[in-house]
């Protein structure tokens, strides 16, 4: 999937979200569980934010019925990972350390959390250096 299909706006990870947590839907079941109050403008919102994800690859469409079903083709893994590269492109010459110092500097961590960085440093500690992504 191409990088630059991982620059979706705020209104379109609205709609990631709830493909996420509900795969299979159709517009008016993604527009309903969006916008509770209901409108022909709103809809129509939804399907252009559709075709626009699923331009990008982030979205599939399964026209074999009526009414066509969506399901999210990036999972929230993918584009978190994705995001944070690109902050830290940005802010850090690419390096994720300091956003990730950052981050659990000023998080109150929870025991389960704290517990999963150990386990997650103690297995990059064990393999071999990965080649950054590109």
């Not at 008016?28 to 509770?36: F, K, N, T, V």
């Not at 940005?90 to 150990?118: F, I, N, Y």
């Amino acid at each position: 999937m191409d990088p630059a299909s991982y620059n979706v706006t705020d209104a379109e990870l609205a709609i990631l979200e709830v493909l996420w947590q509900n795969p299979g839907r159709t517009i008016g079941e993604i527009s309903a569980a969006i916008y509770p109050a209901r409108t022909t403008a709103r809809y129509a919102t939804v399907q252009k934010l559709l075709e626009r994800l699923e331009a990008k690859g982030c979205v599939e469409r399964d026209r074999s019925a009526f009414a066509h079903l969506f399901r999210a083709r990036v999972d929230r893994e993918q584009l978190i990972g994705r995001r944070l590269q690109e902050v830290a492109e940005k802010l850090c010459d690419g390096s994720l350390t300091p956003l990730l110092l950052h981050l659990v500097e000023s998080t109150p961590l929870s025991a389960a959390d704290r517990a999963r960085l150990h386990q997650l440093i103690d297995s990059a500690e064990r393999r071999p250096n990965r080649p950054k992504p590109s």
